[in-house]
């Protein structure tokens, strides 16, 4: 390539080391930072968010971008070269009409509220939280601002995370989605054959735990040479390149599915990171195509798979041989059951796959209304509970179980959540297509053969990266968006 492709790999590659330090930075926040270096780290934050962003906007980069973009004319469209130029593109634009200032007094404000958040739902005291959260929202609205004309505040921020995507499109989809999952539910709860979980509700050691689900991260197909697994308060995966990529996971003694489920979703995120190309590393296509990409990848790891019979048909003799005390005498059928319970809860990466659809729309609900400006944050907690009785039909006896129990506001990710809904439509959909390309894929997951599964998403999904939207990704492997 020519002499300005270069130099805009050069100048993404600043961008996105910057980017990958502010990473590890917040990783550390999460996982082993005391909490005296939270006004510390709020300022480092801030500064490699500026000095990112400066990079990012410079003219520099504008002029790099300028001669690449003549030099990729005529190129193929689906190149690697065009690509990473029209991602740049769009990276710049976007990034161009928000100040500096504004990036640091996000990073510096939503640094600090993690930290006030973590105590507030320590204390299930929502008021603790409530300035926080009011300086974030005027801050996302000051955001969506930037982009104004829009047709709805929501949509540059869920432009964000879901690149093209717009509130009334994604409204459109639970609206026809809601009614019939509600229904269902009450169905299950009202007509169902009552599912007994007490065999994963005993005490189960900690350690132990931990030992079992590496087991199972690493026989799913994470590389832990790439990769590692520590505790934190709500789990994550943060990859600083596709040489390391990192998940987090927390435990409870006594319910076993929190660490094992917890961890297998985020091994699915950790397994996209490590698939990506190793060459679209530090340029604009090495990132995943969407966070409902990245979250589909996750929810297949931990749902079609993990919660299948199939899965505990190769794996479940080797949970009781750990577990000898409390599962030795439960044969496999009533702990596949027990795994699959459907149940009305209250804490959402804990829900099963009928009601979760359910704490997303009623998240959508409430973040659009504070964005619009009729739901006031200090009224949330109690439209929060009233809103979660009519969708679940229970009330959280407090703030922890109930609006404080997400990370997502305290980091300024307003937006997001629609993601999670959207990605189970996609594991859905990719899932028939990788049936129909690898018909014996259940006998291979009963045998703990993961590696053709693995393949298939690196091949179809995991290497192109950032390089296709998430539609046209979608279209090109299942022909259908
Ligand atoms: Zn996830």
């Not at 805009?8 to 270096?37: C, H, N, S």
């Not at 008021?127 to 709805?152: C, G, K, M, S």
């Not at 990719?430 to 091949?459: A, C, Q, T």
């Amino acid at each position: 390539m020519g002499a300005g492709f270069e130099e805009l790999r050069k100048q993404f590659g600043i961008v996105a080391d910057l980017e990958a330090a502010g990473g590890v930075l917040g990783w550390d926040q999460q996982t082993y930072m005391p909490p005296g270096g939270a006004q510390g780290r709020a300022m480092q934050l801030a500064t490699l968010g500026r000095v990112a962003h400066e990079q990012l906007v410079s003219d520099d980069m504008g002029a790099a971008l300028e001669a690449a973009e003549s030099e990729v004319e005529g190129l193929d469209p689906d190149s690697d070269e065009v690509r990473t130029v029209r991602k740049a593109r769009r990276e710049f634009d976007k990034a161009r009409r928000v100040p500096s200032e504004w990036v640091a007094e996000f990073r510096r404000v939503t640094a600090l509220a993690h930290q006030v958040w973590e105590k507030a739902r320590a204390e299930a005291d929502f008021r603790q939280f409530q300035e926080p959260l009011e300086e974030i929202v005027q801050l996302r609205r000051d955001y969506a601002d930037f982009f104004a004309p829009f047709d709805h505040v929501y949509d540059p921020l869920l432009d964000d995370f879901e690149p093209g995507m717009k509130m009334a499109e994604v409204k459109a989809v639970f609206d026809e989605l809601r009614p019939a999952q509600v229904s269902l539910v009450r169905d299950i709860v009202d007509r169902g054959r009552p599912v007994d979980d007490s065999v994963v509700c005993q005490h189960f050691d900690e350690q132990k735990q931990w030992d079992f689900g590496i087991e199972v991260a690493k026989a799913l197909g994470y590389d832990l040479e790439r990769g590692r697994q520590d505790k934190s308060v709500h789990p994550f995966t943060s990859g600083f390149g596709t040489g390391d990529v990192r998940i987090t996971t927390r435990f409870d003694t006594g319910f076993l599915n929190t660490a094992l489920f917890g961890t297998m979703h985020e091994a699915g995120h950790a397994m996209y990171e490590q698939g990506v190309d190793p060459e679209f590393d530090r340029t604009p296509l090495g990132i995943t195509a969407s966070l409902a990409v990245h979250e589909s990848q996750s929810r297949m790891w931990e749902n079609l798979v993990g919660r299948s019979r199939a899965f505990w048909v190769g794996f479940y003799e080797r949970l009781q041989e750990v577990f000898r005390g409390q599962l030795g005498q439960v044969d496999l059928e009533t702990f596949y059951r027990a795994v699959n319970k459907v149940m009305p809860s209250l804490i959402r990466v804990e829900a099963d796959e009928a009601t979760y659809n359910l704490h997303i729309m009623l998240r959508f609900e409430l973040e659009i209304a504070m964005m619009e400006g009729t739901l006031e944050v200090g009224d949330l907690p109690e439209a929060w509970n009233s809103k979660f009785e009519e969708f679940l039909g229970l009330v959280p006896p407090d703030d922890a179980v109930g609006v404080l129990q997400d990370i997502h506001w305290s980091g300024g990710m307003i937006g997001y959540f629609p993601t999670y809904a959207l990605r189970n439509l996609i594991a859905a959909q990719l899932w028939g297509k990788i049936n129909e390309d690898i018909p014996d894929l259940e006998s291979r997951i009963e045998k703990g053969e993961f590696g053709g599964l693995l393949g298939w998403l690196r091949e179809n999904v995991h290497r192109h990266g950032s390089k296709f939207e998430p539609v046209e990704l979608l279209t090109k492997v299942t022909g259908s968006g």
